[in-house]
């Protein structure tokens, strides 16, 4: 990561003075010499970086990649690459489609997931502190399986937001990091008609579906909560390679509720960021992060003209700042850590390895082979041209 855990810039000073045992001077005390207090130095700033990455979705070939020969599951080894960046933040987001059940091992990828529950002790073992899992393929097990994803999500000492236990649950999570309060929220547009399954009363209790006044009601209620509002949303077109109208007056609609951020998922490639200015505030929107880790590549892509994007993520790396003065806070910085999905053979196995390329000049391009070098380059470019860095200059 790019950010320390916690730093000041600038520092306020407070003098300390000790009372007097008596209001009356003695000549012992006129003649002996008082020693002077060193100040105490109290941080007027504090600081905290937040990442969050893309969509990961276990197709039949990446679930088959993690079992062994003893019959066990492990894909720890696919994220070795990323982990650095995911640890080194104060707080890291990934978003998880599909269930993860133990009392079901019957496991599937496309189009009904449901993976074995080690993917998400991978996720711990690389670094994340939440899992979004509101999304459109979050009742792939019905509703069985979306609670018992959860409950093995939290097992992993991680939390779960974008489905809920029951009514009692808020529908938001609020974390503080170093001194700052940051909520987050998250939506999806539906879940394959599989919510249509539920009653209406399921459906409100145990997810969270895009509805413009809910998510404009449950914005003014968190904001005054917290210093910082960030909003997961699943969401646009699959496969479209820009944001649709209906993203961008969804993100008008959020940010003007009070959200800081938004973060994208759902199209399996990535879309554009902007930077916005809104009454002196910067806010900050990705569309779509893209893909984090996926087996769309080749037969298994739907859409095979976009081949090469379906294998393309970003890491979006925050560094946030609370004024302990005005209570203040503010994004200062944004980068993006573009990733790549590479898939390779090992013992007539497809094998996995998410590559972080966060720049033209890093020794991974001096590690892969001229093919994977050219796509490694041309998929850096490709996502750097539609990302918007913050502060420009940077």
């Not at 520092?11 to 001077?25: A, G, R």
């Not at 210093?227 to 959020?254: C, F, N």
């Not at 991974?364 to 850096?380: C, G, H, P, R, T």
């Amino acid at each position: 990561m790019f950010f320390s855990a916690c730093t000041t810039s600038e520092k306020l000073t407070v003098f300390e003075v000790s009372p007097t045992s008596s209001s009356l001077i003695s000549p012992t005390s006129i003649a002996t010499a008082v020693p002077t207090q060193e100040p105490v130095v109290l941080p007027t700033k504090t600081t905290a970086s937040i990442l969050s990455a893309g969509d990961v979705i276990m197709h039949d070939a990446l679930i088959r990649s993690g079992k062994g020969e003893n019959g066990l599951y492990n894909y720890n080894s696919i994220f070795t690459r990323v982990k650095p960046y995911i640890e080194e933040a104060d707080y890291s987001i990934i978003s998880f489609e599909g269930a993860c059940m133990e009392t079901d091992d019957n496991y599937t990828g496309y189009p009904l997931f449901n993976a074995p529950p080690d993917i998400i002790s991978a996720f711990s073992h690389a670094g994340f502190d939440m899992v979004n899992n509101g999304n459109n393929h979050c009742l792939d097990r019905g509703l069985a399986g979306l609670l018992e994803t959860r409950s093995i999500i939290k097992q992993k000492n991680m939390q779960v937001i974008g489905t809920f236990n029951d009514f009692t649950e808020p529908r938001h999570k609020i974390q503080d990091l170093n001194g700052i309060k940051v909520g987050i929220l998250s939506y999806t547009y539906g879940c394959n008609m599989n919510e249509n399954r539920l009653t209406e009363e399921e459906r409100n209790k145990h997810l969270s579906l895009i509805d413009k006044d809910k998510i404009q009601n449950e914005i003014e209620v968190l904001s005054p909560l917290v210093d910082l509002v960030v909003v997961l949303m699943h969401w646009g077109t699959e496969y479209r390679l820009d944001q649709s109208k209906e993203q961008m007056e969804l993100a008008d609609l959020i940010f003007q509720s009070g959200a800081d951020i938004i973060l994208g998922s759902h199209p399996h490639v990535v879309e554009p960021s902007e930077i916005r200015q809104i009454d002196g505030e910067t806010k900050y929107v990705i569309y779509s992060m893209g893909n984090f880790l996926s087996n769309q590549i080749g037969g298994e892509n739907p859409n095979a003209r976009n081949n090469d994007f379906t294998q393309e993520g970003v890491m979006v790396s925050f560094e946030i700042e609370k004024d302990l003065i005005s209570e203040k806070t503010r994004i200062i910085s944004v980068k993006h850590i573009p990733t790549w999905i590479h898939r390779f053979t090992e013992d007539n196995i497809y094998k996995y390895s998410i590559v972080p390329i966060p720049s033209l000049d890093d020794e991974v391009f001096n590690e892969a082979d001229a093919k994977l070098a050219e796509k490694l380059i041309s998929s850096y470019n490709r996502t750097m041209e539609k990302m918007q860095e913050y502060p420009a200059s940077q």
